[in-house]
């Protein structure tokens, strides 16, 4: 089983799920430490130090080895930007994919660090991720790496977290190479890839983060599952064990009428194909193996979809064919 960022919530914000799709893989995670601070807790003062030297590894993206702490952190959240990237900049609530190594000031000792697992997908958002990740990280761009000393009231407050082995007096260290970064306005970046076939939908190409068109033919629907590129990214193929992030819309063959969607709400998907293994068996299929920064095409037959049971109340019906266009963002 991949193992829990301690830096994660134990119930993340902000998530989009298709119906009856509920986050269950949170729950049942041995290192779901909380973030302390919530709206009783005042934004910190932003200083620049001090902050231990980064001793090895001072490449973008190389594994780090950072310096005890010399004397007394400061109370204040200090941030430093070691390098300075150039991609988009990162707001609250973006979400963010990113490598980062923990540490306890006073000792040196390491708690947590992704560079040898795979990088971390993450919301900046209140209840997602501590505190001083979303004030330290807020206005830097993709590219940078950052380091920062967040103090126990934007870390994991006076309770500290035992299972790491952090004191509620801790500071801790943290370096971060921040890989992308993701919002409501994130499109694939993939190569357009020829939609031929006349029997199938043609989905728009469009890469501005509005919603793309669904163009579906007066034609009975395929009997089996299709998921083909419309733009094909190059980036590493989805596994069954993997947590996606995504931009998605979903309409019904029969209809063109939209069922639910990302687009316009401001929000992003994030579950994982296990997940949706649950839900819509066709989509978690279609989306395994397809590569991501792709955006592709998936039609699901009733039987891969919500057969005879479909959500209540909505324009989904008995044995709707559901056509999807999926966005893979990102996956984890």
Do not use: H
């Amino acid at each position: 089983m991949r193992r829990r960022s301690l830096l994660l919530a134990a119930v993340p914000a902000g998530l989009v799920t298709l119906a009856g799709c509920g986050d269950k893989s949170s729950s049942s995670s041995k290192a779901s430490a909380s973030p302390s601070a919530s709206a009783s807790v005042p934004p910190p003062k932003i200083v620049d130090g001090p902050l231990p030297a980064i001793t090895a590894g001072t490449k973008f993206d190389e594994k780090p080895t950072v310096a005890k702490g010399s004397g007394d952190p400061s109370k204040d959240l200090a941030v430093k930007t070691v390098i300075a990237g150039s991609g988009k900049t990162v707001a609250e609530n973006d979400f963010i994919q990113a490598n980062y190594l923990g540490q306890i000031w006073s000792t040196g000792k390491v708690f947590d660090q992704s560079y040898d697992r795979t990088p971390l997908l993450m919301q900046l958002a209140a209840g997602s991720i501590i505190d001083g990740w979303r004030y330290g990280l807020a206005g830097k761009k993709a590219g940078s790496r950052v380091l920062m000393a967040v103090p126990p009231t934007w870390g994991y407050g006076s309770s500290g977290n035992a299972q790491a082995g952090i004191k509620g007096t801790d500071t801790l260290v943290f370096v971060v190479d921040v890989l992308n970064s993701f919002n409501s306005k994130s499109s694939s970046t993939g190569k357009e890839v020829a939609q031929s076939d006349a029997a199938l939908p043609k989905v728009g190409t469009n890469t501005d983060g509005k919603a793309p068109s669904i163009g579906i033919p007066k034609a009975d629907p395929p009997k089996k599952l299709v998921s083909n590129y419309v733009l094909e990214g190059d980036g590493p193929e989805v596994t069954a064990a993997q947590t996606i992030l995504c931009q998605f819309k979903g309409e019904v063959w029969d209809s063109g009428k939209v069922f639910e969607q990302t687009y316009e709400s401001g929000k992003l998907a994030q579950f994982s194909v296990a997940q949706m293994q649950q839900v819509v068996k066709g989509l978690a299929q279609g989306i395994t193996g397809k590569k991501v920064g792709s955006r592709i095409m998936v039609v699901t037959p009733p039987d891969l979809a919500y057969g005879n049971n479909p959500p209540s109340g909505g324009v989904v019906q008995k044995g709707s064919t559901l056509v999807f266009s999926v966005d893979i963002l990102a996956a984890m």
